[in-house]
């Protein structure tokens, strides 16, 4: 365990937690290949790339989506003892993104509800690259456990 820990009693809306940026490389896009088996040119094939309305590779959603993972984020060593489970994410794409773009994640706490086997915990979850532009944004929802003895 590092660092003081949260349990559901301990967030309000409007937390806001953080993630160091990644700047996109073709390694990256080959990896998630390799992980995936997703194999589609507009992913890997600059020739095929650039015959589309891209112009050159584009990332994959869920390589973009992989970035908002909270266990990268400052969050996660808050929630060592509590968290219970990773319950359902959603994401909505806004914008292209290509080898070369830095992408910074950020997570705010949107919703509060008690369980009764723990509390739900919202957040909204974005990626926003080096021009300030928003490129992804949904919500992941976790089930964090109350305070012992609460």
Do not use: C, W
């Amino acid at each position: 365990m590092s660092g003081e820990q949260r349990f559901f009693e301990d967030f309000g809306v409007g937390d806001r937690f953080g993630s160091p940026s990644k700047t996109l490389t073709d390694a990256h896009f080959l990896f998630f290949s390799g992980l995936t088996g997703d194999a589609h040119p507009l992913h890997y094939d600059v020739e095929y790339a650039k015959t589309t309305r891209f112009g050159r590779p584009l990332a994959h959603g869920l390589l973009l989506t992989a970035l908002t993972a909270v266990g990268a984020s400052t969050l996660s060593p808050l929630i060592e003892e509590s968290i219970i489970a990773f319950l359902e994410q959603t994401m909505r794409f806004r914008a292209p993104v290509f080898v070369g773009d830095t992408l910074t994640p950020a997570h705010e706490v949107i919703g509060l509800e008690r369980k009764r086997s723990g509390g739900l915990l919202t957040l909204r979850v974005t990626l926003t690259n080096q021009r300030g532009e928003t490129v992804l944004e949904g919500e992941h929802r976790y089930l964090v456990a109350y305070r012992p003895g609460a």
